[in-house]
């Protein structure tokens, strides 16, 4: 199914669907795939630790807020085409990022786990029905349905990768 086929605003959200490609979901899934394998991990490396700006997260944080917030996403999607209708909570993401250990962990393998979460993911979409992406539930205080949460995650990622690439990647420099 296509962007075009939400039938539900999905309020905050929005700012990520938006971004997100219009293809069917599974293609714009495949693609975000793709746009990960194609990451330069040299020049990611060479950023290291260095932030934009203070209070700002290093590579490191938000590749695993990335990791997380697909793997709450995929777990709400689940949930959401199984007909769950319990109202989910919401999540505090700079809670998660002091929590989340990626100190400890290398860029690449960061980047290689992001990969397998969104091939489980993609996994998990192909597997549902039309009238599966079109359930809903309440997530965050937002109705949010199964294919609205699919387009979400790519859109995520379009935008924290956006923010790698015009504010980060000009810290590591060139060889």
């Known amino acids: 199914m296509k ?3 939400i039938q539900i605003d999905p309020g905050y ?7 997100a490609g219009d293809g069917e979901l599974y293609e714009e899934l495949d693609k975000s795939l793709r746009v990960l394998d194609e990451l330069d991990i040299k020049a990611l490396e060479r950023v290291g630790d260095q ?16 990791i997380d917030t697909e793997r ?19 999540f505090e993401q700079d ?6 250990g990626e100190e400890g962990k290398d860029l690449a393998g960061l980047l290689e786990e992001l990969k397998i979460v969104r091939r ?7 597997g549902l029905s039309s009238e599966a992406l079109q359930r809903a539930g309440i997530a965050s205080g937002n109705e949010l349905s199964v ?7 790519v859109g995520h990622q379009i935008h924290h990768l956006n923010i790698i690439r015009s504010k980060y990647l000009p ?5």
Do not use: C, E
């Not at 932030?51 to 990335?66: C, D, E, N, R």
């Not at 709450?72 to 919401?90: E, K, M, S, V």
């Not at 489980?120 to 192909?126: E, N, P, V, Y």
């Open 13 to 19: 959200f929005s700012r990520y669907i938006n971004v």
């Open 51 to 66: 932030v934009y700006a203070p209070g700002k997260w290093s590579l490191k944080t938000i590749f695993q807020h990335m």
């Open 147 to 153: 294919l609205a949460i699919g387009f979400l995650i």
């Open 171 to 175: 810290l590591g420099g060139r060889d």
């Open 120 to 126: 489980a993911g993609i996994l998990l979409f192909r």
């Open 95 to 100: 809670d998660y990022a002091k929590q989340a």
């Open 72 to 90: 709450i996403f995929q777990y709400r999607a689940l949930r959401f085409a199984r007909n769950d209708l319990t109202p989910l909570h919401g």
């Open 3 to 5: 962007k075009s086929a």
